[in-house]
């Protein structure tokens, strides 16, 4: 896959996924990289609320709705019935960074960790199943794995290895 760097963080529903996520890019942005992220959701969602300008932009039919500010700005697209864009669309939308980390897209042919918590109602491993994960984040002991194991709150190790799967760092 041509594009930027990108890694993912998979696991079922609470397994600390959104957590790790937010963690590696605190961690990366210290470090001095730019990162973005990817978050796939299963279900409807919104981010924009009833009887806002933009909300009403979109009800009223817009394709795209722009809201920008001094601070940011945010594009929200409404699909009306066509289908989901690829990962690799939605990869070629997002501007130049060092490294892309997807949350959610478990099927995706791309690096990642399993976040695992003995919290998640779902605690089937998806590690055997995946050969794309390359290691584990769990917040129990795992040993019926040959891949790398870390605490799932380890994020400065997780980051090291990250920068390790994905080349970051290297010029």
């Known amino acids: 896959m041509s594009g930027p760097r990108v890694f993912g963080i998979s696991g079922w529903k609470n397994s600390g996924k959104t957590g790790l996520a937010v963690r590696l890019v605190e961690e990366f942005t210290a470090r001095g990289y730019r990162i973005s992220t990817i978050k ?78 003995l919290e998640s109602k779902n605690r089937e491993p998806l590690a055997p199943g995946d050969p794309y994960i390359v290691a584990i984040a769990a917040d129990h002991p795992v040993d019926d794995t040959t891949l790398p194991v870390f605490d799932l709150d380890d994020t400065k190790s997780i980051a090291d290895f990250v920068e390790g799967v994905t080349g970051l760092g290297k010029a």
Not at 47 to 62: M, P, T, Y
Not at 93 to 101: E, I
Request: with cysteine; hydrophobic share 35%.
């Open 40 to 117: 796939h959701a299963h279900h409807d969602f919104d981010i924009d609320k009833v009887g806002a300008d933009s909300f009403r932009h979109r009800q009223a039919g817009a394709h795209e709705v722009t809201i920008v500010s001094g601070t940011r700005y945010a594009i929200m697209h409404e699909l009306r019935g066509a289908p989901e864009p690829s990962f690799e669309e939605i990869l070629a939308r997002l501007a130049p960074c060092d490294l892309v980390l997807i949350e959610g897209y478990k099927r995706e042919k791309i690096p990642k960790i399993e976040a695992r918590r």
